[in-house]
């Protein structure tokens, strides 16, 4: 066996602990959230969602400081072109105005009460403070949480909304949120997923799916907009066709109380190098079950509940 000089070993040591230090810290910030996606996340769906105003500041804060892992937020573009967080295509369920999101300025949806439908629909949980909440902007979401949170976002509707693509990279660069490893991109539309993937390849994105039964054939389960072949007939190859622009899938689990996928759908997913999140799941038990099952985060409107098992 071959001796070094007790010099020679301290300074392979010292030289293998510096290399080992300067790996760590050469891990950036996006490699790191990348890295994250791999342990379970807990994705606060429109914020908390199950008690507060959907997608308002009083639903994201209580998120936030219960310590969800992101902030789901869906954007939209108002007609003077600022990114609005807000879910539907039209006003009228969560706001005291009635129609299409894309046909009030900014103003004009700042002047609307996002909050006190959430009262008269839940008495138990209502507050005096949620009447009058206000839709919010992205950057108003941005400048309150900064670099303090991570945000799951979503091109809503992005053929009723065009040009939010380039607005929503815009946003993200502009607050630095991507290299920083601030930010998911989600989409059903593989379109627009593709067209973010053009404007910054290093936006982390996610290929959301929603399979249900074909409307010819009630026994064999479709894709909504078609981008994989049903959860039984996909392949290897179909996973790695979403790996090549995405780091993973969101993709409902039941439908009218039925399974459409199962764990080896996600574990085969997982094989493929994509993270599966799960949405929207509420109860208990059925967290626990998906949990069970692998999956690598779940969007919940009851993010107390999920972090309760979670942590």
């Given at each position: 066996?071959?001796?070094?000089?007790?010099?020679?070993?301290?300074?392979?040591?010292?030289?293998?602990?510096?290399?080992?230090?300067?790996?760590?810290?050469?891990?950036?910030?996006?490699?790191?959230?990348?890295?994250?996606?791999?342990?379970?996340?807990?994705?606060?769906?429109?914020?908390?969602?199950?008690?507060?105003?959907?997608?308002?500041?009083?639903?994201?804060?209580?998120?936030?400081?219960?310590?969800?892992?992101?902030?789901?937020?869906?954007?939209?573009?108002?007609?003077?072109?600022?990114?609005?967080?807000?879910?539907?295509?039209?006003?009228?369920?969560?706001?005291?105005?009635?129609?299409?999101?894309?046909?009030?300025?900014?103003?004009?949806?700042?002047?609307?009460?996002?909050?006190?439908?959430?009262?008269?629909?839940?008495?138990?949980?209502?507050?005096?403070?949620?009447?009058?909440?206000?839709?919010?902007?992205?950057?108003?979401?941005?400048?309150?949480?900064?670099?303090?949170?991570?945000?799951?976002?979503?091109?809503?509707?992005?053929?009723?909304?065009?040009?939010?693509?380039?607005?929503?990279?815009?946003?993200?660069?502009?607050?630095?949120?991507?290299?920083?490893?601030?930010?998911?991109?989600?989409?059903?539309?593989?379109?627009?997923?593709?067209?973010?993937?053009?404007?910054?390849?290093?936006?982390?994105?996610?290929q959301l799916v929603w399979y249900s039964p074909s409307a010819e054939d009630n026994d064999r389960l479709v894709e909504w907009t078609g981008v994989t072949p049903a959860p039984a007939d996909i392949t290897d190859d179909d996973f790695q066709a979403i790996k090549?622009?995405?780091?993973?899938?969101?993709?409902?689990?039941?439908?009218?109380?039925?399974?459409?996928?199962?764990?080896?759908?996600?574990?085969?997913?997982?094989?493929?190098?994509?993270?599966?999140?799960?949405?929207?799941?509420?109860?208990?038990?059925?967290?626990?079950?998906?949990?069970?099952?692998?999956?690598?985060?779940?969007?919940?409107?009851?993010?107390?509940?999920?972090?309760?098992?979670a942590n």
């Amino acid at each position: 066996m071959q001796r070094y000089p007790l010099v020679a070993v301290l300074s392979l040591g010292l030289f293998a602990g510096a290399t080992t230090s300067t790996a760590l810290a050469e891990t950036t910030p996006l490699e790191q959230q990348l890295k994250d996606l791999e342990s379970f996340q807990v994705i606060a769906h429109r914020g908390a969602s199950g008690h507060a105003p959907e997608s308002t500041m009083a639903a994201y804060e209580l998120a936030h400081e219960w310590g969800a892992d992101y902030l789901e937020v869906d954007v939209q573009l108002s007609a003077d072109g600022e990114l609005v967080v807000f879910h539907d295509d039209t006003v009228d369920r969560t706001s005291d105005g009635e129609g299409s999101i894309n046909a009030y300025t900014l103003e004009e949806l700042k002047a609307l009460d996002t909050g006190t439908w959430f009262n008269d629909a839940n008495a138990d949980k209502a507050d005096p403070a949620f009447a009058g909440a206000q839709i919010l902007t992205l950057e108003e979401l941005f400048e309150r949480f900064g670099h303090e949170a991570r945000y799951y976002i979503e091109t809503k509707s992005p053929l009723l909304n065009p040009g939010l693509e380039e607005a929503l990279v815009e946003a993200l660069e502009e607050h630095d949120m991507i290299e920083n490893g601030r930010v998911l991109v989600q989409s059903f539309e593989q379109g627009s997923l593709l067209k973010l993937h053009e404007l910054n390849k290093h936006i982390p994105l996610i290929q959301l799916v929603w399979y249900s039964p074909s409307a010819e054939d009630n026994d064999r389960l479709v894709e909504w907009t078609g981008v994989t072949p049903a959860p039984a007939d996909i392949t290897d190859d179909d996973f790695q066709a979403i790996k090549e622009y995405a780091v993973g899938i969101g993709t409902n689990v039941t439908y009218n109380g039925e399974d459409v996928i199962d764990a080896e759908f996600i574990s085969q997913a997982q094989e493929n190098g994509l993270s599966v999140h799960v949405y929207t799941i509420n109860e208990t038990d059925e967290m626990e079950r998906l949990r069970g099952w692998g999956v690598n985060g779940l969007f919940t409107d009851y993010t107390d509940r999920l972090l309760e098992l979670a942590n």
